[in-house]
């Protein structure tokens, strides 16, 4: 849990992150025709999952466990190596006439550029620390979510790239020649996908719900292009894997693939949206199912890579579960004794899939393993 006295993994985040904000939403549907506001907001993206999982640490105690920062935003530098500057420019631009919608379903409001800059702010920061030695692990708690950022194009939510920028940035500064990036976010990671397509020095591997979002991306076919013919890997799910079909997947392609690339530090674009309980998504994951495989990575970390390990906060929108997932994973990554039990373990468990499911899920994992590795 610590070295020489201090915690071993640092914890980024920032208020003001979960102060972004904008949108006349009811889900992911826009307002107006038959569609009525929500008296609670519009977007699932809400601040509340995130404030929420901030707030259970503070009560559990695991505060006191971890190195707890905050980050500067990041700079025009970082983001430029990533975005265009006509991008940049108009989304600062509307950001300061008071907000606006550049893409689909991204909305924001005064001031939304320069949160969105903090939350890639925090993912550089906490990367760099995990590079220089500062922290062993890290979890950065990034609000806006990036995933899903074109370098031009803004969708599901996501304004800016934040794992990519934190990934040039690291490489700018010479720290980081093999970076693998590990989406389990239950939507694909088409935006960190659509960076490094034609490149081999970042493995990116995808897991998620098939057809969920964007509903034209990731296919297990798609393995790159060029110099990166290979190094991304899309693993397609049909709704309600599940927890065992989950941990199958990271020891049949995921480790295996991990253990061939050797990276110099492994990247976790960290959604709980695969949670049972999450409103956009059917995949009956747990908190023990991100527990679980945060200890798997942490594993691989330790064997391959000195145990660089950061998790980047992305989507997940049960705000009642979403606090307990991510505490789990916070033990796990810190070594905490601060465990708070999921209320819900009992009943998550009984709804898992039943031997006939299991038995199709884990046929379609080997048929992906064959394929993919």
């Not at 990041?74 to 606006?100: I, N, T």
């Not at 379903?105 to 939304?112: E, K, L, V």
């Not at 074109?150 to 700018?172: M, R, S, T, V, Y």
């Amino acid at each position: 849990m610590s070295i020489e006295g201090k915690p071993t993994t640092g914890f980024y985040w920032d208020e003001r992150c979960f102060w972004h904000a904008g949108g006349n939403y009811a889900m992911t549907l826009p307002i107006g025709g038959f569609v009525q506001p929500l008296a609670a907001g519009g977007l699932p993206e809400s601040p509340e999952t995130k404030r929420r999982l901030k707030n259970l640490m503070d009560v559990s105690g695991i505060t006191a466990d971890l190195a707890m920062r905050s980050a500067p935003e990041a700079s025009r530098e970082d983001l430029l190596r990533v975005h265009p500057e006509a991008y940049l420019d108009a989304f600062k631009a509307m950001s300061d006439a008071g907000g606006g919608e550049l893409g689909l379903r991204t909305p924001f409001a005064q001031g939304g550029y320069e949160i969105a800059t903090l939350s890639a702010g925090l993912a550089t920061t906490a990367l760099a620390d995990i590079m220089a030695g500062r922290v062993q692990n890290a979890y950065a708690l990034s609000r806006p979510p990036g995933h899903h950022c074109l370098p031009d194009w803004p969708n599901g939510f996501c304004l800016l790239a934040n794992i990519a920028i934190a990934i040039e940035a690291a490489k700018a500064r010479g720290e980081a020649g093999r970076v693998a990036v590990i989406d389990w976010d239950v939507h694909h990671g088409n935006g960190t996908e659509h960076i490094y397509y034609e490149r081999d020095d970042v493995l990116t591997i995808s897991i998620h719900q098939e057809r969920n979002y964007p509903l034209d991306t990731g296919d297990i076919q798609d393995r790159g292009r060029g110099a990166g013919e290979g190094f991304n890997m899309n693993i397609p799910l049909p709704p309600g894997a599940g927890h065992d079909t989950y941990l199958e997947v990271m020891e049949r392609i995921v480790l295996p693939a991990l253990d061939s690339y050797k990276p110099d530090v492994i990247i976790v674009a960290c959604g709980f949206d695969a949670g049972i309980f999450d409103p956009i998504a059917r995949m009956l994951c747990t908190a023990e199912t991100f527990g679980a495989m945060t200890g798997q990575l942490k594993e691989a970390a330790g064997r391959l890579c000195e145990g660089r390990l950061l998790m980047v906060h992305e989507g997940g929108y049960s705000e009642v579960y979403v606090p307990f997932s991510g505490h789990r994973v916070l033990e796990v990554l810190s070594g905490s004794d601060k465990v708070v039990p999921d209320p819900m373990a009992a009943t998550v468990a009984q709804r898992q899939p039943g031997p006939a499911a299991r038995a199709f899920f884990s046929g379609l994992v080997g048929e992906m393993a064959h394929e993919l590795l």
